[in-house]
């Protein structure tokens, strides 16, 4: 009976802290945020440590419009991978991708043909949130510019493992600016269960969660969506969504790459 009353009273804690209808996608800082150049941050993605483009060098960076950030990963010398909702209603020729470099100002650019998110994207909320760009021309792949694998179909995930995430987002929740420098951070995969009790109005089998669930202050925040969570030299999530950046019993959430309805349209549109 005591163990009952506990666990009650550590699920009423939790729905206290968390509304499962507060959500926030990690990305989409305005203009004014890429156009003006941040304040100097510590070493802190949120929680994490400056990074080297040398140790992510899948990692891209583009602006759509001039007027949103996002994202993204190459996964062979014609495509990149980034998140359905960077993706949505996006004219090919207003995108500006940069790769291979630390500073997200710098790199090559590289010019996009095309820009196909997920017909289902968004169906439920949220879910399937992957979409495929595919370059004009051959990706030329340098040191500092390389594809990351894919996952098999249907790849699961040990609760608790670690996995790595990168990319340019603000380093803490309502900064008023991104940094110029690529940030990256590791953090441990919150088992399924733990993640649906926060965000059961959304969670679907096609996303899993990263994070600190109990302590919070490592994970994604506005400016990341897009990136890849990255275990064993594989690409197997893609930053999402959350509620907020880092905070307790909030942890972030990746798109399941490996989930058959993610990884067979990957499949479709790049042969991968």
């Excluded at 004219?91 to 991708?97: G, I």
């Amino acid at each position: 009976m005591l163990g009952l009353k506990i666990i009650l009273v550590l699920t009423v804690n939790v729905f206290n802290l968390v509304s499962p209808f507060d959500f926030d996608f990690p990305n989409l800082p305005t203009v004014e945020d890429l156009l003006y150049g941040p304040e100097p941050f510590d070493n802190r993605i949120v929680g994490g440590k400056n990074a080297s483009i040398d140790d992510h060098p899948y990692q891209v960076s583009f602006i759509v419009n001039n007027s949103y950030f996002c994202g993204g990963f190459i996964v062979s010398e014609n495509y990149i991978i980034t998140a359905g909702h960077c993706a949505q209603n996006v004219d090919p020729s207003t995108v500006v991708l940069r790769a291979g470099s630390t500073y997200r100002k710098n790199g090559t650019i590289i010019p996009i043909a095309e820009v196909i998110p997920h017909p289902e994207y968004d169906n439920p909320r949220f879910d399937k949130d992957v979409a495929v760009m595919k370059t004009v021309n051959p990706i030329e792949f340098t040191d500092t510019i390389q594809p990351v694998k894919l996952p098999k179909k249907g790849r699961k995930l040990k609760d608790n493992s670690m996995i790595m995430v990168s990319g340019w987002g603000r380093t803490e929740q309502g900064a008023s600016s991104i940094p110029e420098s690529l940030m990256d951070v590791e953090i441990p995969v919150v088992p399924y269960w733990q993640c649906f009790a926060v965000y059961f109005t959304v969670l679907t089998r096609n996303m899993w969660c990263g994070g600190n669930f109990v302590l919070g202050g490592q994970g994604t925040c506005q400016g990341d969506s897009g990136g890849a969570a990255v275990q064993d030299g594989q690409a197997i999530g893609i930053v999402s969504f959350g509620r907020g950046c880092g905070q307790q019993f909030s942890p972030s959430v990746f798109a399941d790459i490996a989930a058959p309805p993610i990884r067979d349209f990957i499949t479709k549109h790049t042969g991968l």
